[in-house]
């Protein structure tokens, strides 16, 4: 099941992970903060199409490997079809990340908005320790929903008003009990790290900010790669029913159910009957953690935690 879901979601993926960076800040990253001056191997954890092998591979010293592993054979596929003339030392693997077991040790282990998806973080992360070589790194890259979700200002549409971000604050802390995903994994992932042995840790921000404006050349292609998510289609009245039952199994009260649809229609409405003069402005904050794999010493406070 959870194959054929990521498969079907390839083109969301080629849309919208065109607008998650600037490139100058991963530059600074590999050069400034992660000092990568000598050729490294890579293994991505839930590659998908291979995006971050894609973003890394010009900015690292020449050499350098990317191994990506993904459940989605189709993503698999696009990644492979990426690379195949690009002259870089790409190899894929295919596989579930919970049964993953890492028979190889490489230089970083990498993974972009994954374990927000993953009902035990805390388990891929150990596997990540696992398959770099002492001293080698872990990076996570993670987003903050909360933080997000507060982050999106649409010129004409007064947003802030509808008060969407206690329900939705609400939708995913019921939905962490209920089938154990955190979508506010990237603010706990430094705590996470610590916890499962990793030192020298540190966490950053990703710098990207998107504007969207009819000014812009490319206007056209980053408004619809911001509305290929949960703006991608208009919501009829007729899937009321189906929208409101469906947030009512996931927690909320009747009164909450039927706001959370009414503001969600709006905002859709508002992108698609504007959509050829309309600006906004909008942060992923996306966190990006990062430590290393040298001796360390439980912190007393986990000496007792399982």
Known sequence: ??????????????KSRKTWWNNDYMEFLVEKVWKITEPVSI????????????????????GSTYTGIDIADKLLEQAKEAFQDTGYKTYFIQSDLNEYIPKERYDIAICQT??????????????????VKPDGMVICMELSRDVSGASLYID????????????????????????GKDFEVGLKLPVYMEKVG?????????DFIQYITPLNSDYREQLEAFMSGSYSKRMSTEERKKFVSNLINRGLTQQEAEHE???????????????????LVWSNCMFISYGYNTEFKLSPKYKNKK
């Open 1 to 14: 099941m959870e194959t054929n879901i990521w498969n079907t979601a390839l083109e969301y993926l080629e």
């Open 43 to 62: 293994i991505d954890f839930g590659c998908g199409i291979g995006f971050l092998g894609e973003l890394l591979l010009p900015l690292l010293p020449h």
């Open 114 to 131: 994954v374990l927000q998806h993953i009902p035990d973080p805390i388990k891929i992360l150990e596997k990540m320790k696992d398959s």
């Open 156 to 179: 004409g549409l007064d947003y802030s008003k509808m008060n969407l971000l206690g329900i939705e604050q609400k939708l995913r802390r019921n939905d962490l009990d209920r089938i």
């Open 198 to 206: 990793l030192k020298n840790i540190n966490t950053r921000v990703n």
């Open 261 to 279: 649809f009414e503001s969600m229609k709006k905002i859709m409405d508002y992108l698609h009957d504007n959509k050829e003069n309309i600006s």
